[in-house]
């Protein structure tokens, strides 16, 4: 059973940092993506970083350059994984909850295809993150 615990929101000031983690467990897929979506109170989820078992990355426009997605344990098909998203220059506009979230990559292209279709299955629980100014 896949199962993904988040860590690591609290509340920061503006241009604070703060690190989240997630543990991914019981995951065997050997080509996946892996990422992190927030979700605030006023608008609709939306992807912030994603990164696949080949260590490609890619962010939204909104994050570039003031996040940074990693993972370790990319190779371990039959262990833990852990998933990371360090937050720089913060902004009240980051305020939301952050979701780690992890799919299959078979049968596509690039994780940004994926997440188009929908297609992230295995979700963590969310951690909130608060930015004030």
């Known amino acids: 059973q896949v199962q993904l615990v988040e860590s690591g929101g609290g509340s920061v000031q503006s241009g604070g940092s703060l690190r989240l983690s997630c543990v991914v467990s019981?995951?065997?897929?050997?080509?996946?993506?892996m990422g992190w979506f927030r979700q605030s109170p006023y608008s609709e989820r939306e992807a912030v970083a994603h990164?696949?078992?080949?260590?490609?990355?890619?962010?939204?426009?909104?994050v570039n350059r003031r996040f940074t997605i990693s993972q370790d344990g990319a190779k371990n098909t039959n262990a833990k994984k852990m998933l990371y998203l360090r937050m720089d220059r913060l902004k009240p506009e980051d305020t939301a909850i952050y979701y780690c979230?992890?799919?299959?990559?078979?049968?596509?292209?690039?994780?940004?295809?994926?997440?188009?279709?929908?297609?992230?299955?295995?979700w963590g629980q969310g951690t909130q993150v608060t930015v004030s100014s």
């Open positions: 019981g995951y065997t897929y050997s080509r996946y993506c």
């Open positions: 990164i696949d078992s080949d260590d490609s990355t890619s962010y939204a426009d909104s």
């Open positions: 979230a992890a799919a299959d990559r078979s049968g596509y292209d690039s994780c940004h295809d994926l997440r188009r279709d929908g297609a992230f299955a295995y």
